[in-house]
């Protein structure tokens, strides 16, 4: 998992790609070495999930509370510092929206960006900086379409933390770094089948950074860095325990990414890096949040089929393309 470090590097900030293009058919993506990926996936989620179960838990969890530097109750200072960061640099930088290739010609957009950066200072003002997430969002979305802004909710969910801490209310009862942790999970999963549709993508970043790849061949690759990435969004939805496991794992992956890539990376991920410290951290006890560990098999073959499924559907809906293509010789699973 450690070694998978282009499910951390964003493809579309590094190599040629076309959002509107023909996906690989579902008969070709559900091939049978994605079938045994799936029955891995599921042991090893299903395994964590019956370990914290057990009386492992609680030293498991302690453990992880010693590296988490009681940053616990101090996470919206910790995601107001990392976004803080993150919006002066991509105002210094210029000519950019919310990710390296949301690119704009606006002249507005370098001012409202260190608006925003300037609202978090304090907290009485997030949510004029939730307004101006959503207003980015905005712009990207008119300039770039909804379907290619469905790899990035992660925003929607910062506006809505921000908005949310900033006037001290919760969204129907649950939380607002819960309501981030979700909108992170939907991003990293929409991404995750992103690497199953189009591979070929991903080939050309594999060819420049060979030691990525392990030695694996690219189409193999690909298939296990989805499925890798899939695991552990969704392991954010679950238990306390499950859920700061997959972001210790995912830290790594995203921080090794950065290392890799260097500067683009690392400012292009650093609202993601803060969140899933932020996870990382929540301390809150688990007897809040239990759920019967028989259920997760079921519940993540339904998460991954609905998310395969909005997937392929809203592009086959938005651009007129097919969801199901001629099998190849790999053949359907």
């Given amino acids: 998992m450690l070694g998978t470090g282009s499910a951390g590097a964003h493809v579309k900030w590094f190599s040629v790609y076309d959002t509107a293009a023909q996906p690989r058919g579902l008969g070709e993506v559900l091939c049978q070495d994605f079938g045994f990926l799936l029955i891995v996936a599921i042991l090893c989620f299903f395994s964590g999930c019956l370990v914290e179960q057990t009386v492992l838990g609680e030293p498991i969890s302690r453990l992880l509370g010693r590296f988490a530097f009681g940053l616990g109750p101090h996470a919206e200072a910790v995601i107001r510092t990392g976004c803080g960061f993150f919006f002066v640099s991509l105002s210094t930088t210029g000519g950019i929206l919310l990710t390296p290739e949301l690119k704009t010609t606006s002249a507005v957009v370098g001012p409202l960006q260190l608006t925003i950066a300037a609202g978090l200072l304090s907290a009485s003002t997030t949510p004029l900086s939730a307004a101006g997430v959503v ?8 300039d770039y379409g909804i379907f290619h802004m469905a790899d990035y909710s992660i925003f929607l969910g910062l506006s809505a933390y921000l908005a949310l801490t900033g006037l001290q209310k919760r969204f129907l009862g649950v939380l607002p770094l819960d309501i981030l ?50 695991t552990l969004a969704f392991a954010l939805l679950w238990t306390p325990l499950v859920r700061r496991l997959s972001a210790v794992v995912l830290l790594a992956m995203f921080v090794s990414a950065c290392a890799e890539f260097g500067k683009v990376d690392i400012v292009g991920h650093s609202v993601i890096i803060v969140v899933l410290i932020t996870i990382f951290a929540d301390d809150r006890p688990k007897t809040a949040d239990l759920r019967v560990p028989w259920l997760c098999p079921a519940a993540f073959s339904a998460a991954l089929a609905a998310t395969i499924i909005v997937y392929y559907a809203s592009h086959a809906a938005i651009f007129n393309t097919t969801i199901l293509s001629p099998l190849t010789s790999r053949g359907a699973y």
């Fill in 135 to 142: 207003a980015l969002f905005s712009l990207a979305v008119r």
């Fill in 181 to 230: 942790r979700y909108s992170t999970a939907a991003t990293l999963m929409w991404a995750s089948v992103e690497k199953w549709a189009y591979p070929e993508w991903s080939f050309p970043l594999l060819a420049a950074h060979p030691n990525i790849a392990l030695g694996i061949n690219s189409e193999s690759y690909m298939r296990a860095a989805g499925m890798i990435e899939f």
